[in-house]
């Protein structure tokens, strides 16, 4: 029992191996281990062992886990793309136990209504997936009582600090650009508003991950000695028998953590499963692993010079991110506003870990928000965005168009930019149209990957023009906030000279009189090229192993299990076969107590729950 870097002697075998620790992976083990004591279960994570981590446990900060240096995270590098002006985007992924949960910006953000309903899949409606919606949480938030979970592992609150002056000036502002303040967006209906966002933080100040909430408190409690996690190793790839059922896995250690052995050879170690492999890799992990075990597309395969098992063209296909752009703002705001202080190293981090104080539990983003444009705004934005919003949103107000959060800082190198209080609007598009994927190139674990984002590949710049109307939005309600006092220069478009609508770097005092700025082909050329220049991923990785007909590219049926093959299973945010309105970290959680439920009554040989409330 318990957390190892090397596997005990006698563990050759077990009931059911989890490949992946991350969000899902951590919630399936330990419903599966609390709900069935006679399982002897295995997860098997690559990143290291996440207990009280300052850097996870207090989400104040949360930041130093994106760093270039940090082991807690994976960073895939995209392929060059003409699109993206020939960069090569990087998108971070959780590389520590609780996967992205542990590391991510702890926005309690659910999906709507029509997200769940338009996956189409038995089981998997919005209806019926409002009981593991509530049974994951133990809500503190406003809103209507039978909307949420008091009773469930993961803690919502707003973590016992809030920054109320940027927040009442901000929810202010939106209201005179349209947008009202809405008590609880997280209802799955409410929609077109500004939040005051509620965290995966407790009202004690501590993140709510899935390894501390699921997994820590069993490997501690001396009651489930049937639950085993290994970190720091890497999941090869899944093994099959002559009738195709997976039988185990291959893994290795994974360099980054343990000791090379001779020169560069890591050794291959191999894990039976007796009942059950799950493999929880994230959008990112799961199509490789699948790959370098002989599922996928038979050319691909054949190309890294993988033996086929079962052809599955949908392996890796159809990657899906959040397009998102980060806009910064210089501010009048006091030190306690902003955690500018503590980035910049000019507040102690260890005194305030010794004080307990309250700011340790503020992730810095009270503000959030779910909209929509309004009819004239379609228009402006040509007719082939008409056509696409006509078809798709007009008649479908549940769907936002995109997500605007305010979060109190500067985010980027605080070496970089004058000292001062600063905040920065974050605009990522909701339901984009472009698609990429993520391939293998060959057998080994540490060959290079084909990934390719895909953002803004779509027909006719959709995507791009929705970023275009955020940009314009969101400006216009910083520009009415009082702690407004300009654009930081170096975060926002180059605009002509001369433009009517140029930043204004420098503000005494807040704007008095705020008109709408109106923009030029010109300026609009500049918002183009700079959304180009600096669109990146909001780290919501999905759909790359779909839930759909395996006609249409699926890869898992309703029940989670793997198209062609037996014994195999998959529970992460690969599944789902359409984009959400949100944050995507609920998305993985509910995946994850979904997931579980099918295993279990499977495993007592009844149907899964697909009743509704």
């Not at 520590?96 to 910006?105: D, E, H, K, M, Q």
């Not at 923009?519 to 759909?548: F, P």
Request: net charge negative; charged share 25%.
């Amino acid at each position: 029992m318990g957390i190892y870097t090397k596997l005990a002697d006698d563990i050759d075998e077990v009931d059911i191996i989890i490949a992946g620790g991350g969000t899902a992976g951590c919630i399936i083990a330990g419903r599966l281990a609390e709900n069935d004591p006679s399982l002897c279960i295995l997860v098997i994570e690559g990143g290291a062992n996440n207990k009280d981590v300052a850097s996870i446990v207090h989400p104040v900060f949360y930041l130093q886990n994106l760093l270039p240096t940090t082991k807690t995270a994976l960073f895939y590098k995209g392929n060059k793309s003409k699109q993206l002006a020939d960069r090569e985007p990087i998108v971070p992924s959780g590389g520590t136990l609780g996967g992205g949960s542990s590391i991510n910006f702890m926005m309690y953000t659910r999906a709507q209504r029509s997200d769940f309903d338009s996956w189409k899949t038995p089981g998997w409606s919005a209806d019926e997936m409002w009981p593991f919606l509530k049974k994951l949480e133990t809500y503190h938030g406003p809103g209507e009582k039978e909307h949420h979970g008091y009773d469930g592992p993961v803690h919502v609150s707003d973590g016992g600090y809030r920054a109320k002056t940027a927040e009442d000036d901000f929810i202010r502002a939106a209201g005179q650009v349209g947008f009202p303040e809405v008590k609880d967006l997280q209802n799955l209906e409410d929609n077109n508003g500004i939040q005051r966002w509620q965290r995966y933080v407790s009202p004690e100040g501590k993140r709510q991950d899935t390894a501390h909430t699921y997994i820590h408190p069993k490997l501690e409690d001396g009651q489930h000695s049937n639950l085993h996690v290994l970190v720091e190793s890497k999941v090869v790839r899944v093994l099959f028998d002559e009738n195709k059922r997976a039988t185990g896995v291959e893994y290795t250690p994974n360099p980054e953590f343990q000791a090379t052995i001779g020169l560069s050879m890591h050794p291959i170690k191999a894990v039976r499963a007796r009942k059950l492999v799950i493999v929880t890799c994230g959008a990112c992990g799961t199509p490789p692993v699948l790959e370098r075990s002989g599922l996928g597309d038979k050319k691909i395969l054949e190309r890294a010079g993988v033996p086929l098992v079962e052809e599955l063209p949908g392996v890796g296909k159809d990657y899906q991110d959040h397009h998102l752009v980060l806009y910064p703002y210089k501010t009048s705001l006091e030190p306690d506003q902003t955690i500018d202080g503590v980035l910049s190293g000019r507040v102690d981090a260890a005194e305030m870990v010794k004080n307990k104080d309250k700011m340790l539990g503020w992730n810095a983003i009270d503000v959030s928000s779910k909209l929509r444009p309004t009819e004239d705004e379609v228009t402006s934005l040509g007719p082939e965005f008409k056509a696409a919003w006509d078809r798709d949103f007009k008649y479908a107000p549940n769907r936002p168009l995109v997500l605007c959060g305010l979060v109190s800082c500067f985010l980027g190198d605080p070496a970089s930019i004058p000292a001062g209080q600063y905040v920065t609007a974050g605009n990522y598009t909701a339901y984009p149209y472009s698609r990429g994927h993520m391939h293998i190139t060959g057998p080994k674990h540490d060959d290079a990957l084909d990934f390719d984002v895909g953002f803004f590949n779509d027909t006719n710049d959709i995507d791009l023009k929705k970023q275009i109307w955020a940009y314009k939005k969101h400006r216009e309600i910083l520009r009415r906030t009082n702690f407004y006092r300009g654009e930081l220069a170096a975060g926002h478009p180059k605009f002509p000279s001369g433009s009517a609508v140029a930043v204004v770097e420098n503000v005494d005092a807040p704007l008095s009189d705020v008109q709408d700025l109106v923009y030029s082909k010109e300026d609009d050329a500049a918002i183009e090229q700079w959304l180009r220049e600096n669109v990146n991923t909001t780290w919501h990785s999905l759909g790359t192993c779909k839930m759909a007909p395996r006609e249409d590219d699926g890869v898992v049926d309703k029940d989670l299990n793997v198209y062609g093959v037996s014994g195999l299973k998959i529970a992460d945010l690969s599944i789902p076969p359409e984009n959400v309105g949100g944050n995507t970290n609920n998305t993985a959680l509910v995946i994850g107590e979904k997931a579980a439920d099918i295993i279990l009554m499977e495993l007592r040989g009844c149907q899964p729950t697909t009743s509704k409330l």
